[in-house]
């Protein structure tokens, strides 16, 4: 019986799971040993990391499905992007030390939108400071933890976004504001300097303040390797205006759907 459960399958097989808001790749991977005990046994990696603050598609390689990983992390991605203006982090989402305040009240839809058309076909896009990215042997995260960001040259990679277009523009109140973002961040496990990072938002945002923040969500297609908190960021300096990713929603990777995602 012990061997029979300790029985790894040959054929491979590729999930398609539903990394929840706050999750790791590897803590959705964990939970999937729970949903599903029969893969306790398996050995499981995941094609295309999503951070903390993204949620969605998330392809889960099953035993002999690893041996093709590299196929798989090159699909293409869709993504739902909310973009947030007034603010920008060293992260470029809302898991990050507040670094830069402004005025968003003129940020007009026209001008969002010629905005995004920067981004639109072939661009070199630097990895954020805070990326897994690999540089002189050390993760990005540990240069910029250590504040050691500006002894490197930024590395960038080719991408291509087939298609990125305004759903809609909305505003979102100081008050909820706030509440979104400690929600959030307490949904995070480990280190990523929560405790900072709520300290700082709540030097900005007043759960009784009355002030309203434009914002704006977006419809992404992309190649591999494109992050959308980038995108976010890359918006805000083009038109001189502080903005991060609010929220994002991997919708799709190649064919599988985030309708049909194993939650």
Avoid at 16 to 42: A, F, I, M, S
Avoid at 47 to 54: I, T
Avoid at 208 to 231: K, L, M, N, Q, W
Wanted: aromatic residues 8%; proline residues 3%; charged residues 25%.
């Amino acid at each position: 019986m012990d061997a029979l459960k300790a029985h790894k399958s040959t054929a491979g097989q590729v999930l398609n799971l539903y990394k929840q808001l706050g999750e790791t790749p590897l803590e959705r991977l964990e939970r999937l040993r729970v949903q599903k005990p029969h893969y306790e046994h398996e050995v499981l990696s995941y094609a295309g990391r999503l951070d903390p603050m993204a949620e969605g598609v998330l392809l889960a390689l099953v035993g002999s499905a690893n041996k093709r990983r590299d196929a798989y992390l090159e699909l293409s991605k869709e993504y739902t992007l909310d973009i947030l203006f007034g603010f920008s982090t060293d992260t470029y989402d809302i898991l990050g030390r507040v670094m830069e305040t402004g005025d968003p009240q003129e940020i007009e839809r026209v001008a969002i939108q010629k905005g995004l058309n920067e981004f639109r076909g072939h661009i070199d896009q630097e990895y954020p400071p805070y990326s897994s990215k690999t540089v002189e042997g050390k993760s990005l995260f540990a240069w910029a933890r250590n504040n050691a960001l500006g002894a490197l040259v930024m590395p960038s990679r080719s991408v291509t976004i087939y298609h990125i277009d305004i759903i809609e523009m909305y505003k979102v109140s100081e008050s909820m504001l706030l509440n979104y973002i400690e929600d959030g961040v307490s949904r995070v496990t480990g280190d990523f300097r929560q405790e900072e990072v709520l300290r700082l938002w709540r030097q900005h945002l007043k759960k009784e303040g009355d002030r309203f923040f434009p914002a704006v969500t977006v419809h992404i297609e992309c190649t591999s390797g494109t992050y959308a908190r980038s995108v976010a960021h890359g918006l805000g300096v083009e038109l001189g205006c502080p903005a991060l990713a609010l929220h994002i929603l991997r919708t799709k990777v190649g064919e599988y759907s985030v309708e049909k995602s194993l939650k």
